[in-house]
């Protein structure tokens, strides 16, 4: 076990002797000071602060003469809890209740002798992992998820109301949005860091500033550790989204006008694959390929035969609305027949691949593309992966040729994000997303509504609410909004609505499996959405579910 100690110049004798009667047992760091003179007790509180707040000791000692401002100082780190102890019973009491782990002692309040009784008692009193104990404690770490921008409401109010807001939307409200999740606190705190503030453009010991070596430091991580989640032989991390990650593809193997494969916008491709009002149909040739109209899934001998004839530089896969697994290496077989290059856009199932729930596109393709907040559940941003041959081209396209400095912050998030990937929990959390997404399914479907192909093998599926509810895909968002369950209009294959209004509405459930629900919560959110369009009119059925939606949620709480 370790220690760290530190006071005031006005602790200094009471620190001294705690050290010597502590390092009988266990080991003792001392931060000073060293003497009496005058010194600021915030200098010597944040050094044990840190040790507690990182790992690097168990426990924390801090001593001024009332212990109060050493508490101040160092109750600002997160995961550190102190508190001020002037009996032994306090002490036993905050260890068990607080799960405190700093100590304050004020060298005035109590005597020597009786400081030290205090401190064995402080560090050998075990924490109470009883379930009431444990919420609080939790609750108290968590602080509402608004101590993280707390400052805001003084420096800010209208940019902490739009905040807050959304936080208490997040935590009231189901959120079923198949390209949305949350993130973590640490993702956040590394988006939110002082990384924000740096300019560096260019690589990683190739920048165009000085002062770079803390924002190479962590692009590197981020690069390193997306090959070694993904099997990449080169990661560009710097695409600020999905959208000119794909962009920098482009411009990095084909000129403006030649022929780009994809599945078409209106059968679940994405506006950035070729859409005529993106950049991407603007200045090239889309050859749309669909669906088959029947099972409403990839017919891939159809899917070759077109590519035969079309001839492209490019055959790009990937979908933001398309439910069933992609065969990567009947693709690849298809690009190597057409002699085009292969490009993946897996900006929805990156969470899947990363945690074995989806068959990974990097062995078979000569490009990967994917967002990083989606079933990922990073930050919001892009990445390109490829093949080591294809790297120089790559980062050229990114950096000049598209974007200048890049978003070190939002990079340094993503190294996070790709470590908490690295976890054997995130298999067991895709896994759960697939088993969520095809009961909710399920459940719906039972209900009598047609499921588009069917069914559904990954995080999200589509309902047509129009062949079975003669209702749009706009109205039965709207109706489920105000029933505090949040999906998003979607058209379906061959849709004969306009993209406005569409005959379908698209679910996922990525959200959901990262607050903790699983199947028993999918029947309940299933048939919630059924009840709701089924009455799609009344109000006192949107109210009912609103109601009974906020009481679940409350017990998953966002993390």
Known sequence: MKIAIASDHGGVDLKSLLVKALSEKVSVVDYGPADKASCDYPDYAMKV???????????????????????????????????????????????QHNGANVLCIGADVVSADYAV?????????????????????????????LSDCSGLMHDDPEVFAAIKAQTEQEDTEINLIASENTSSRACREAAGSVLMNKYAEGYPGKRWYSGCLPVDAAEELARKRACELFGAEHANVQPHCGSAANMAVYFATIKPGDTI???????????????????????YNI???????????????????????????????????YPRTLDFRRIREICDKVGCLMMVDMAHIAGLVAGGAHPSPVPYADFVTTTTHKTLGGPRGGMVLCKEKYAKAVDSAVFPGMQGGPLENIIAAKAVCFREWMSPEKKGYAQQVVKNCQVLCKTVQDRGYRIVSGGTDNHLFLVDVKTTKGITGKEAAAALDAAGIVVNKNTIPYDTESPFKTSGIRVGT????????????????????????????????????????????AGFPVP
């Open 287 to 321: 050859v749309p390929y669909t669906v088959d109209r029947k099972t409403e899934v990839l017919d891939y001998d159809a899917l070759e035969r077109q590519a035969m004839e079309v001839k492209p530089k490019i055959l790009l896969t990937g979908a933001s609305a």
């Open 261 to 283: 494969m994809s599945l078409s916008l209106d059968q679940g491709g994405h506006l950035s694959h070729g859409s005529p009002v993106n950049f991407s149909g603007k200045i």
């Open 49 to 95: 602060a840190f040790d507690v707040a990182s790992g690097a000791a168990e426990f924390g000692v801090l001593i001024c003469r009332s212990g109060i401002g050493m508490s101040m100082v160092a109750n600002r780190f997160q995961n550190v809890r102190a508190a001020i102890c002037p009996t032994v019973d306090s002490a036993v009491t905050t260890r």
């Open 117 to 145: 009784e205090i401190a064995k008692a402080f560090i050998a009193t075990p924490v109470d992992e009883s379930e009431r104990h444990a919420r609080r404690r939790w609750k108290l770490e968590r602080a509402g998820r």
């Open 510 to 553: 990525a959200s959901v499996t990262t607050r903790g629900m699983k199947e028993a919560e999918m029947i309940k959110i299933g048939t919630w959405i059924a009840d709701v369009l089924d009455n799609i009119a009344d109000t006192s059925v949107q109210a009912r579910v609103k109601a009974e939606a906020k009481a679940l949620v």
